[in-house]
């Protein structure tokens, strides 16, 4: 299982406030993406695609929202993540050669 530590602390907290009744796999699909969107926006108007140190600390709480959503629909799913991120950079070692795709931000469809 993906960090166990992070789920029971995770778990714990939604027990201790009668929250488990809202999460339901969609919801909790819903908060992944509305908490991605909050890292997102700490980057909308920047300069060279760097924030503001200043809000280093939001982001810093930002992906941990994500990693919270994010293992929370894993462990609904009994989906180990760090299992399925290794199995999908080893799907995307096929897809993406190196000899297609160093230094390319081509999708793989588009190699030749």
Avoid: C
Wanted: proline fraction near 3%; charged fraction near 35%; glycine fraction near 0%.
């Amino acid at each position: 299982m993906s960090n166990p530590k992070a789920i029971k602390i995770i778990k714990e907290f939604i027990k201790q406030r009668d929250w488990e009744q809202f999460h339901d796999p969609k919801n909790l699909a819903i908060s992944l993406n509305l908490e991605s969107s909050e890292v997102l926006e700490l980057f909308q108007w920047t300069k060279d695609n760097e924030i503001n140190k200043n809000k280093v600390t939001n982001l810093k709480d930002e992906l941990a929202d994500v990693y919270y959503w994010l293992l929370l629909l894993a462990d609904h799913y009994d989906i180990d993540i760090e299992d399925a991120l290794e199995e999908k950079i080893k799907k995307n070692e096929k897809k993406y050669p190196i000899d297609k795709s160093k230094g390319s931000s081509e999708k793989y469809s588009e190699f030749n």
